[in-house]
T-cell receptor, first 114, second 114 residues
Framework: DGGITQSPKYLFRKEGQNVTLSCEQN?????MYWYRQDPGQGLRLIYY???????QKGDIAEGYSVSREKKESFPLTVTSAQKNPTAFYLC?????????????FGSGTRLTVV | AQSVTQLDSQVPVFEEAPVELRCNYS??????LFWYVQYPNQGLQLLLK??????LVESINGFEAEFNKSQTSFHLRKPSVHISDTAEYFC????????????FGGGTRLMVKP
């Protein structure tokens, strides 16, 4: 079955460490997105990519970085510059860049700073 | 820029009672509207969407939403809820001027009690 796979499901980070969250899709979707979810704040867009080798900052990109070297993969790195990284991170993809397409979401990665 | 307001952060309701989850949006252009559902520790799943045509849209599990352009609302309703409907529900609006970009509301936690 096609879908989006996020790994790991749970991740613990020490202060000052960079960590990378994986997101892989086999849906042949062009666009991919990273969202951060905090209780009561809904989803906030971190980065998005509408085509391979190109990506754009979202609303809260500071302290994060991404790459899009392959259509299927859109990893997110949470750097030590992100001061409050504890959150639930969601990756999504969509068929194209027209606004009528909805998103397919992965099952998320819960990151905790220890 | 578009914004989405979900007026209720939590909605407790007894099983078999009707429920309405409210969503209002602000936009100066035509929009596409979506409702997503999130079960604990999972990603979001598309529940229903309004693109054009009939203002009343339905999902396969008994939910419906009505697009009201004059009131800029897209409220979600179900005439009789089940315990299994307990989840968080997110309303989203497309950002028409930025491709397939969705802006999400803060979410409403539906708690169905026996």
């Amino acid at each position: 079955d096609g879908g989006i796979t996020q790994s790991p499901k749970y991740l613990f980070r020490k202060e000052g460490q960079n960590v990378t969250l994986s997101c892989e899709q086999n849906l042949n979707h062009d666009a991919m997105y990273w969202y951060r979810q905090d209780p009561g704040q809904g989803l906030r867009l971190i980065y998005y990519s509408q085509i391979v080798n190109d990506f754009q900052k979202g609303d809260i990109a500071e302290g994060y970085s991404v790459s899009r070297e392959k259509k299927e993969s859109f990893p997110l790195t949470v750097t030590s510059a992100q001061k409050n990284p504890t959150a639930f991170y969601l990756c999504a993809s969509s068929v194209g860049t027209l606004p009528n397409y909805g998103y397919t979401f992965g099952s998320g990665t819960r990151l905790t700073v220890v | 820029a578009q914004s989405v307001t979900q007026l209720d952060s939590q909605v407790p309701v007894f099983e078999e009672a009707p429920v309405e989850l409210r969503c209002n949006y602000s936009s100066s252009v035509s929009v596409y509207l979506f409702w997503y559902v999130q079960y604990p520790n999972q990603g979001l799943q598309l529940l229903l969407k309004y693109l054009s045509g009939s203002t009343l849209v339905e999902s396969i599990n008994g939910f419906e939403a009505e697009f009201n352009k004059s009131q800029t609302s897209f409220h979600l309703r179900k005439p009789s809820v089940h315990i299994s409907d307990t989840a968080e529900y997110f309303c989203a609006v497309s950002r028409n001027n930025a491709g397939n970009m969705l802006t999400f509301g803060g979410g409403t936690r539906l708690m169905v009690k026996p």
